[in-house]
């Protein structure tokens, strides 16, 4: 019900775009966000956008290097990741919450994706 997609291996200092479609419940009541996995590391809250576009940011690692973003009408949310460093390399999943977004969306999700890895090479 939630397809990532968009990851890939780039250097450091570039940048990706991911992309998740959701199906099967109603897009607009939900919010939606990301979370991240590297190996032998616990989930990791990245960012959060509800349907009114409010977006809660979880991560001071990511913070003014990534941007989540939300499009409707495809039923679909984004994040833009730029000045990517090895320490972003992870399995990246978006997830989705009724309503709004809560204290720790990797606690709480309704609804999450199989993941798109992301490795940036040094």
């Known amino acids: 019900q939630l397809q990532a997609s968009g990851g890939g291996t780039v250097q450091t200092g570039g940048s990706l775009r991911l992309s998740c479609v959701a199906s099967?419940?109603?897009?607009?009541?939900?919010?939606l966000g990301w979370f991240r996995q590297a190996p032998g590391k616990k989930r990791e809250a990245i960012t959060c956008?509800?349907?009114?576009?409010?977006?809660?940011n979880y991560s001071d690692s990511v913070k003014d290097r990534f941007t989540i973003s939300r499009d409707n009408a495809k039923n679909t949310i984004y994040l833009q990741m730029n000045d990517l460093t090895p320490e972003d390399t992870a399995v990246y999943h978006c997830?989705?919450?009724?309503?709004?977004?809560?204290?720790?969306?990797?606690?709480?999700?309704?609804?999450r994706g199989q993941g798109t890895q992301v490795t940036v090479s040094s």
């Open positions: 997830a989705a919450e009724y309503d709004y977004c809560s204290a720790n969306i990797v606690e709480s999700y309704d609804y």
């Open positions: 099967g419940f109603t897009f607009d009541n939900y919010a």
């Open positions: 956008i509800t349907n009114s576009n409010a977006i809660t």
